[in-house]
């Protein structure tokens, strides 16, 4: 079956620590995404990425850091920058960066510091 | 740059009730616009979409919605939602100048709370 592949489901991060949130997909899509969402706040876009070895920030890319060395895979490192890291981390992506395709989005990571 | 917002945060309904989402844009382009179903601890879910054409767009699980551009409104309805509908619903929109796109935008959701 295609589709979006986020690991892992739950994350807990100590203060100071590094983690890397996967996000795999065989959809043969271009483009890929990271969003973060909070409560009452809905999606805000972190990074984004249109074609393989190539990204961009996104609205809030303080704190965060991304790879696009192969098309399927589009990790998310959460550096200890990043002052208020818990939330839901969700990956997407489509066929191509105009959009006016669908974006497929997988179940997400809920990260939480400790 | 564009702009979504989703008047209500949260919409309780009566199970078999008429129910309308509404959501608002703000864009100075052409615009695709995008109604998303999230249940919880989930992602997204793509209920319907708008690119061009025909103004009342059909959706999966009974929905569809109606692009208004001299209102600038993408609102969701349904004739009669069921329990299985309690979920968060996102509005999304995409516009594309012709020298680049900016992505998707969303607003902040609103909570659809049906009650039997």
């Known amino acids: 079956d295609g589709g979006i592949t986020q690991s892992p489901k739950y994350l807990f991060r100590k203060e100071g620590q590094n983690v890397t949130l996967s996000c795999e997909q065989n959809l043969n899509h271009d483009a890929m995404y990271w969003y973060r969402q909070d409560p009452g706040q809905g999606l805000r876009l972190i990074y984004y990425?249109?074609?393989?070895?190539?990204?961009q920030k996104g609205d809030i890319a303080e704190g965060y850091s991304v790879s696009r060395e192969k098309k399927e895979s589009f990790p998310l490192t959460v550096t200890s920058a990043q002052k208020n890291p818990t939330a839901f981390y969700l990956c997407?992506?489509?066929?191509?960066?105009?959009?006016?395709?669908?974006?497929?989005f997988g179940q997400g990571t809920r990260l939480t510091v400790v | 740059a564009q702009s979504v917002t989703q008047l209500d945060s949260q919409v309780p309904v009566f199970e078999e009730a008429p129910v309308e989402l509404r959501c608002n844009y703000s864009s100075s382009v052409s615009v695709y616009l995008f109604w998303y179903v999230q249940y919880p601890n989930q992602g997204l879910q793509l209920l319907l979409k708008?690119?061009?054409?025909?103004?009342l767009v059909k959706g999966i699980n009974g929905f569809e919605a109606e692009f208004n551009k001299s209102q600038t409104s993408f609102h969701l309805r349904k004739p009669s939602v069921h329990i299985s509908d309690t979920a968060e619903y996102f509005c999304a929109v995409s516009d594309y100048s012709g020298g680049g796109a900016d992505g998707l935008t969303f607003g902040k959701g609103t909570h659809l709370i049906i009650q039997p």
């Open positions: 990425s249109q074609i393989v070895n190539d990204f």
């Open positions: 708008y690119l061009s054409g025909s103004t």
């Open positions: 997407a992506s489509s066929l191509r960066w105009i959009m006016n395709t669908e974006a497929f």
